[in-house]
């Protein structure tokens, strides 16, 4: 079935240092690609997404790439902040699917220290 | 975005209680919900796909008749855990799925989640 692996944390990062969370998937067709982000004691937020290869996702300086190539969709931030800190999640949905549920990876949990 | 509401959004209750926790969403109609339960430092296991009128669509594994889920209306639905356990105890999210006409394009509004513990 469907799937999607990305890095384990924590990642621990300084300020204004280039943040990189590696996030490659398993699909049969061609699913849409998203990432979440869940700050501390908080649901989930949409962070960035991708319906369609070459598609690139941006918000809040955060971006991701969606590779059919690679299966991949890495992502990535310049320059981070202390209010960066959370867990990031990499899914990705079948849009074509008659359910069309979210898969997650496993989370990775950044901190950034000041 | 759009706006979905879980309440409680903790709750403490013994052992053979039950709980329910409601999601909403606040500013649009949601056919579809959905209820994951998270585990600390893990992901979010998807329990249940909730379809307003009919019943839900549970995950393998998970059972239902411990977790009960209505969906009576447009913009509620509710999770009933029936007789609790301490191994019940979890954050348990909703979230609610748009679709945009004509893009195929699928969305999810993710509620803030419930903390129950179960003494």
């Known amino acids: 079935g469907d799937s999607v692996t990305q890095m384990e944390g924590p990642v621990t990062l300084s300020e204004e240092a280039f943040l990189t969370i590696n996030c490659t998937y398993t699909?049969?067709?061609?699913?849409?690609l998203f990432w979440y982000v869940q700050y501390p004691g908080e649901g989930l937020q949409l962070l960035l997404k991708?319906?369609?290869?070459?598609d690139k996702g941006s918000n809040k300086g955060f971006e991701a790439t969606y590779r059919k190539e690679t299966t991949s969709f890495h992502l990535e931030k310049g320059s981070v902040q202390v209010s960066d800190s959370a867990v990031y999640f990499c899914?990705?949905?079948?849009?074509?699917?008659?359910?069309?549920?979210?898969?997650f990876g496993t989370g990775t949990l950044l901190a950034v220290q000041p | 975005g759009a706006v979905v509401s879980q309440h409680p959004s903790w709750v403490i209750c013994k052992s053979g209680t039950s709980v329910k926790i409601e999601c909403r969403s606040l500013?649009?109609?949601?056919?579809?919900m959905f209820w994951y339960r998270q585990f600390p430092k893990q992901s979010l296991m998807l329990m249940a796909t909730?379809?307003?009128?009919?019943?839900?669509?549970?995950e393998q594994g998970v059972e239902k008749d411990k977790f009960l889920i209505n969906h009576a209306s447009l913009t509620l639905s509710t999770l009933t855990v029936t007789s609790a356990h301490p191994e019940d105890s979890s954050f348990y999210i909703c979230?609610?799925?748009?679709?945009?006409?004509?893009?195929?394009?699928?969305?999810?509004?993710f509620g803030p989640g419930t903390r129950l513990t179960v003494l």
């Open positions: 979230s609610a799925r748009v679709l945009t006409p004509g893009q195929g394009i699928v969305e999810q509004f």
């Open positions: 699909a049969t067709g061609y699913p849409s």
């Open positions: 991708a319906t369609k290869a070459d």
């Open positions: 899914a990705l949905s079948d849009g074509g699917g008659a359910t069309n549920k979210l898969i």
């Open positions: 500013d649009f109609q949601a056919t579809t």
């Open positions: 909730s379809n307003e009128g009919s019943k839900a669509t549970y």
